[in-house]
């Protein structure tokens, strides 16, 4: 089965620095995707950016962007000039490319940015 | 705004009862999923809709139901309410199910709160 690990239960940033928050994985499948989701205090999940396992290249979305290691299983964030809008909960989640559409996610981590 | 609604906001209830969350998928969308955020389990999967089918389960409990009307809004039911099952419960959908990617949009959750 697979799992998302999140280490970093919280992390705190200063507006207008950068701060990478870390996720790693295990599975046994070759194709699959990754994503990073946020929840602001609304609760509501937000999409941040989504990686595909067979693309090399690192996903970014403006301030947003990723460190895919498939080899080891690792998929990091990396929010510059962070903004206190981005203060959150960051989950990193997985879903399989040829399995059920599920999303397994992990445990997350509050990011907390400082004026 | 996801498109995606979800009724009630809220909803509190005693031990013993049965309570039935409802979701609407964005227009167009045919696969429904449902997801659980409680302090104790994380963010986890309980099951997936496609078409007014089931698709697939996750660790949904037993006292735990779904369907998929013809209109392709969707109904959790929990029954025999225990105070572990106050969480915020997800719905989320899609256009479609299984490969190619298809992104889930999450709707902005049920709290349940079991006194």
């Known amino acids: 089965a697979q799992t998302v690990t999140q280490s970093q239960p919280e992390m705190s940033v200063q507006e207008a620095e950068t701060v990478t928050l870390s996720c790693t994985y295990d599975t046994s499948e070759s194709d699959y995707y990754l994503f990073w989701y946020k929840q602001p205090p609304s609760r509501q999940m937000i999409l941040v950016i989504r990686?595909?396992?067979?693309?090399?290249q690192n996903a970014t979305e403006n301030r947003f962007s990723v460190n895919f290691q498939k080899a080891a299983k690792s998929f990091s964030l990396k929010i510059s000039d962070s903004q206190l809008g981005d203060a959150a909960m960051y989950f990193c989640?997985?879903?399989?490319?040829?399995?059920?559409?599920?999303?397994?996610f992990g445990t997350g981590t509050r990011l907390q940015v400082f004026p | 705004d996801s498109g995606v609604t979800q009724t009630p906001k809220h909803l509190i209830t005693a031990t013993g009862q049965r309570v039935t969350l409802r979701c609407s998928p964005r227009s167009g969308d045919l696969s429904v999923y449902w997801y659980q955020q409680s302090l104790d389990q994380g963010l986890q999967f309980l099951i997936q809709y496609y078409n007014g089918e089931e698709r697939a389960k996750g660790n949904i409990l037993e006292r735990f139901s779904a369907q998929q009307f013809p209109d392709l809004h969707s109904e959790l039911n929990l029954s025999s309410l225990e105070l572990g099952d106050s969480a915020l419960y997800f719905c989320?959908?899609?256009?479609?199910?299984?490969?190619?990617?298809?992104?889930?949009?999450f709707g902005p959750g049920t709290r349940l709160t079991v006194l």
């Open positions: 990686q595909e396992a067979y693309k090399q």
């Open positions: 989640a997985y879903r399989s490319a040829r399995g059920t559409d599920k999303l397994i």
């Open positions: 989320a959908s899609s256009v479609t199910s299984g490969p190619p990617y298809n992104e889930q949009f």
